[in-house]
């Protein structure tokens, strides 16, 4: 069974990643991001290696597996900001987004970029891609949760958040949307990609930043 993996928000220079015993308020293992860094977004690749970025800072981690080691990293390039939302799409192309509403498409896991879009206004706070490839966006400012055709800038539907201070997203293994809230941290899972909650659970009392499944893919 999968484990829910969040991003858990202490201040700018420090966070830490919990490892959730399958997808419950029951944490199972914890570990500080390394030092000076934010929590940022949050997906696992397909080889099952974490990838943790910073809301305000420009670097990405890649860990040995879903643990505190740090096999590699890379540094964003300053333009774009932090990485507050985290993807890998079906071609192992990182996926980043950050506080500007800007969604960047990387070459492998790299920090080189090949385009970028405009999604929503400011503060994507988690963004992953549903089972047919179509990006999923949580808009903070806006608490509203958006549905893309493909990796594009076309919203094709959008549905308000159940609670305020939408944060992470991440897809469990039917393919129904888990969704994170900041204020009052809690976890949503979703009937598919729609605004109707099937269950949720109140978490400790660090706020979430990003979700994701420790499985290669990382529910995307």
Known sequence: MANLVSARWISSTS???WIHAGISATISSTFAKPSGQSTGGLTIDNSGNLISGSYSDLPVYIYSGVSSVVSSSFSKNSPEGGASGLAVNFSQN????GQTGVIWIHTGITATTTSSFTAVPANLLG???DTSGN???VGYDTSKIYKHSGITSTVTSSFASPGSGPCGATLDGSGNLLSGQWTSPKVYTHVGITSTVSSSFSTESLAIIDLTLDTPGGGC
């Open 94 to 97: 990182l996926i980043s987004s």
């Open 15 to 17: 966070g830490e990643i």
């Open 127 to 129: 963004i992953t891609l």
């Open 135 to 137: 990006l999923i966006v």
